[in-house]
């Protein structure tokens, strides 16, 4: 892709979904013993969203993918491209791309390209990269692309099970785009480290290098950014800082690495001269590889960092706090809340937007939001009174730590059982949304859809 102007290629309308259920953090603190501030000052996290056995990978994506064809009217003979990026797999060789495809059986559509990719928390990421290409290509055949990153993010018992989630996006993808995204100044990064990955198949559960994950996310950031701007530079003929960007969107595990993720593109910019280096003349001359774990210098640069995060980071990390980590719709989702929060007023601002997945691969990439492109079916403004995220946040039930653990043993217990009915009711499921009706003796899943006249019934048991 040349330039976002050749022909505004981008995303025309997204969908954002997340369980009906969460736990807040505060909670989570009591319950596990641990310091009051443990989670929700160390990790910057609010709530998590969870749910049970009654939902699933394909479950999750079903309902996004469903809610966006039906909130913007879309038919499904208008999709020619259907990618998801996932790590939640419950099948090692049946896709959840095809799974979706039972959206569009009676539309008699069959002819859409796409399949399922996996590599951590990047794979939604890899699957807009292919749409966006597929759309500015020659093969493109005039027809829309959806792209959907979905996770169900749960730990074993521990200190790390606070940090879970669970959410997806969906997102339509095609050109005079307001949402444009101007290739000339991406920047990828790819290297093989071991900080977080699944190799138990028989579980849900990663194995996590905690320490040696986030040093890799920070490295990758850097290399990210210091590529980002020389490009950029190139592309715009001038110097560029933090300061020249309008907002900042990162993948965010939790809020505590959002922090420093933004905190250290300043330092970036104190070493290259940008902006003023005060606050850092200790350690100008120290490698900035020899910085990832220094506590001084992390301190330095959030108290020097924070009035820009405020300004210019804040707003979309809204969704993240309160849904937990989603994997990869975790940059994706807050994208979607920035459009949510400003609609309209965030067109012509520059968005720079960073994602992450494990293994590792990373990409920076600058979004160009945009009013005035030639389109009157979508939007900004239409975007945001489809999220509508903070009235859907406030719209889910606060349940207890031991109806978590409860959910999380659910799925535990049943991981791999066939044939298999879930202990989970429906009840609290919003009308709309999929759910895993049984899994018979041969492995295969069946879903339904509670029906959009349903009633939510809060309060009542978990189980049957």
């Known amino acids: 892709m040349a330039s976002a102007t050749e022909n505004n290629v981008g995303i025309l309308a997204m969908e954002v979904y997340f369980p009906s259920s969460y736990v807040t953090q505060t909670d989570l603190e009591v319950a596990f013993g641990v310091s009051a501030g443990k989670y929700t000052i160390g990790l910057g996290q609010e709530s998590m969203a969870f749910t049970g056995d009654q939902e699933d990978i394909n479950s999750v994506a079903?309902?996004?993918?469903?809610?966006?064809?039906?909130?913007?009217?879309?038919?499904?003979?208008?999709?020619?491209?259907?990618?998801i990026g996932t790590e939640s797999l419950v099948d090692k060789s049946k896709s959840t791309k095809t799974v979706l495809m039972k959206l569009f059986e009676e539309s008699g559509n069959t002819n859409i390209e796409g399949a399922t990719?996996?590599?951590?928390?990047?794979?939604?990421?890899?699957?807009?990269?292919?749409?966006l290409s597929w759309v500015d290509s020659s093969a493109w055949d005039?027809?829309?692309?959806?792209?959907?990153?979905?996770?169900?993010?749960?730990?074993?018992?521990?200190?790390?099970?606070?940090?879970?989630?669970?959410?997806?996006?969906?997102?339509?993808?095609?050109?005079?785009?307001?949402?444009?995204?101007?290739?000339?100044?991406?920047?990828?990064y790819a290297a093989d480290v071991w900080d977080f990955f699944k190799p138990v198949m028989d579980s849900e559960y990663p194995v996590v290098n905690g320490a040696h994950s986030q040093t890799c996310f920070l490295t990758a950031l850097d290399d990210c950014y210091t590529r980002f701007i020389t490009k950029s530079k190139q592309v715009r003929d001038r110097a560029?800082?933090?300061?020249?960007?309008?907002?900042?969107?990162?993948?965010?595990?939790?809020?505590?690495?959002?922090?420093?993720?933004?905190?250290?593109?300043?330092?970036?910019?104190?070493?290259?001269?940008?902006?003023?280096?005060?606050?850092?003349?200790?350690?100008?001359?120290?490698?900035?590889?020899?910085?990832?774990?220094?506590?001084?210098?992390?301190?330095?640069?959030?108290?020097?960092?924070?009035?820009?995060?405020?300004?210019?980071?804040?707003?979309?990390?809204?969704?993240?706090?309160?849904?937990?980590?989603?994997?990869?719709?975790?940059?994706?989702?807050?994208?979607?809340?920035?459009?949510?929060?400003?609609?309209?007023?965030?067109?012509?601002?520059?968005v720079v937007l960073f994602?992450?997945?494990?293994?590792?691969?990373?990409?920076?990439?600058?979004?160009?939001?945009?009013?005035n492109v030639d389109n009157d079916r979508f939007s900004l403004a239409r975007i945001q009174s489809v999220l509508r995220l903070s009235e859907r946040l406030a719209n889910r039930e606060k349940l207890t730590p031991a109806d978590l653990d409860a959910a999380l043993t659910a799925r535990e217990v049943s991981h791999g059982i066939v044939p298999f009915k879930p202990t989970f009711l429906i009840d609290r499921l919003l009308p709309g949304t999929y759910y895993l009706e049984s899994i018979s003796a041969n492995h295969e899943r069946f879903y339904k859809r509670k029906p959009l006249d349903s009633e939510r019934v809060l309060n009542g048991p978990l189980t049957a």
């Open 240 to 350: 560029i800082s933090v300061k020249d960007t309008d907002y900042f969107v990162f993948h965010a595990p939790y809020n505590k690495l959002v922090q420093k993720s933004f905190a250290r593109l300043v330092y970036q910019d104190m070493l290259s001269g940008a902006l003023d280096s005060a606050a850092i003349e200790q350690w100008k001359t120290v490698s900035p590889k020899e910085t990832y774990e220094d506590k001084g210098l992390e301190a330095a640069l959030k108290k020097a960092s924070e009035p820009l995060y405020k300004e210019k980071v804040a707003l979309a990390t809204e969704v993240s706090r309160q849904t937990g980590n989603t994997y990869t719709a975790s940059v994706w989702m807050n994208m979607a809340n920035l459009v949510s929060e400003l609609g309209a007023s965030l067109s012509d601002k520059r």
């Open 117 to 131: 990719v996996v590599n951590a928390c990047y794979g939604g990421t890899a699957s807009l990269l292919n749409a």
């Open 62 to 83: 079903l309902t996004v993918v469903h809610n966006l064809l039906e909130k913007y009217s879309i038919s499904p003979s208008e999709i020619g491209r259907l990618e």
């Open 142 to 188: 005039g027809r829309y692309a959806i792209v959907v990153a979905a996770d169900i993010a749960v730990y074993a018992a521990g200190p790390a099970r606070a940090t879970g989630g669970c959410g997806a996006v969906a997102m339509l993808v095609g050109r005079n785009a307001p949402l444009q995204f101007d290739m000339r100044s991406r920047t990828t």
């Open 355 to 371: 994602s992450y997945g494990s293994g590792a691969l990373a990409s920076m990439m600058t979004v160009q939001p945009s009013n």
